[in-house]
């Protein structure tokens, strides 16, 4: 159904039966019908939208998908079951499936056997299902609202979906902070990447892997071990995903995510490459905000090294550190470390950083640290015991109290 202007006067005057029968068909479901905002004020705001399309006709694409599944489910009810539209109304075929280029209602489950591209509204009072992928294109000009449940091979987001059902496909990626992706019900795949994109679900989520994060080198290094060789490039900055390959592959019904994970070996920052390729004259290395995994062996032949700054990287161990026997000052500040045992080792410490170090369970290990002078601690839970005695022995020194 093509959305006109005699559509929006009709369901303006049924909105409000539109809300109770959503919320009957959809049950706990229907929760997602507020993510956009409180319903007893959008119902307001959807007939003061319709009534304005009644006398401009001028449709307003920068709207959340809950305006366009309201109208048509109060048009549903105004109008007779013959005026009534299915798939594929006004889409478009194209070489590789259908293409929705109007604001266009389908009443009933749909199922299609191609790929969908949407470049303007759609909305699916019922169940729908692609058996290819699913591109619900750009927030500026489209949006997806489905009353069912949604079941794709692959769905690349970068609008706004609203599902009063579940949401399941072998593969997700979304695009963009601008859109959102929400189900009323659970959210379901095998390889989940929302990055920055939104997404709310009033069920469950079930994702074998979830890459999340602003950062592509981070997404890169979630999903790796769930894809095989030659889909992630560690180590580079640019696309280090082929996200293209990915989404054909699961669209023609190949999809690529492995069962169980497999083992990746990261490559070492630059920075500390450089510095263990020539290691005679290196006395700091700063790897704030590299991607560290691992100390490696080889940091030993850093003889000189007395200042490391591990900073906002995501390592979870210090096992290797002792190499660097003749350590003197050493950030772990924001990172994931769950021991500080292996400090032990480093009998010539006198500065360390350990703000924001959540996951640490031995702090007692501090006080076993004689050259210790300063300590920062901002953030850290120290035990009271911790705390006390390395205030006796530091004095000032004890910083972040």
């Avoid at 905002?37 to 006709?57: H, I």
């Avoid at 071990?225 to 900055?237: C, M, N, T």
Wanted: some cysteine; overall charge negative; aromatic content about 6%.
């Amino acid at each position: 159904m093509q959305w006109e202007a005699e559509h929006f006067a009709a369901a303006a005057r049924r909105l409000d039966d539109a809300v109770a029968c959503l919320r009957a068909q959809a049950g706990d479901g229907a929760a997602a019908l507020e993510y956009f905002g409180n319903l007893d004020v959008t119902v307001p705001q959807v007939r003061s939208w319709l009534n304005e399309l009644v006398a401009t006709r001028d449709f307003d694409y920068g709207v959340p998908p809950v305006y366009g599944l309201l109208f048509a489910q109060a048009w549903q009810l105004a109008s007779s079951a013959e005026r009534l539209s299915a798939f594929p109304g006004t889409a478009q075929r194209d070489e590789t499936g259908w293409c929705v280029r109007r604001p266009t209602a389908w009443f009933g489950d749909t199922r299609i056997e191609a790929d969908l591209e949407l470049r303007a509204p759609l909305v699916v009072l019922g169940d729908l299902t692609v058996e290819g992928l699913l591109d619900d294109g750009d927030v500026s000009c489209s949006y997806l609202a489905v009353a069912g449940d949604l079941r794709a091979r692959a769905i690349s987001s970068a609008a706004d979906h609203l599902v009063l059902g579940d949401i399941a496909a072998d593969v997700i990626f979304c695009f963009t902070n601008d859109g959102s992706l929400v189900a009323g019900r659970d959210i379901v795949a095998d390889l989940f990447v929302p990055a920055e994109h939104a997404y709310g679900h009033f069920g469950e989520l079930r994702a074998r892997c979830l890459g999340e994060g602003h950062r592509r080198d981070v997404i890169a290094e979630q999903v790796a071990p769930w894809l095989p060789e030659g889909y992630v490039r560690l180590g580079e900055a640019d696309d280090p995903v082929d996200v293209h390959r990915i989404l054909a592959e699961a669209a023609a019904g190949s999809s690529p995510v492995l069962p169980r994970p497999r083992t990746v070996a990261f490559p070492l920052p630059a920075p500390l490459a450089a510095a263990l390729a020539a290691p005679d004259a290196i006395t700091e290395v700063d790897l704030s905000g590299e991607r560290l995994h691992r100390l490696p062996e080889a940091l030993a032949t850093l003889t000189g090294l007395v200042r490391l700054n591990l900073q906002d990287t995501p390592l979870t161990g210090l096992d290797g550190i002792g190499g660097a026997h003749r350590l003197q000052w050493l950030s772990i500040r924001k990172t994931p470390v769950e021991s500080l045992a292996p400090l032990l080792a480093l009998p010539h410490l006198t500065y360390l950083d350990v703000s924001y170090c959540a996951g640490v369970t031995d702090w007692p290990v501090l006080a076993d640290l004689p050259g210790l002078q300063t300590v920062v601690a901002h953030g850290c839970r120290l035990p009271a015991e911790v705390r006390l005695t390395l205030a006796e022995r530091l004095g000032a020194g004890l910083i972040g109290q």
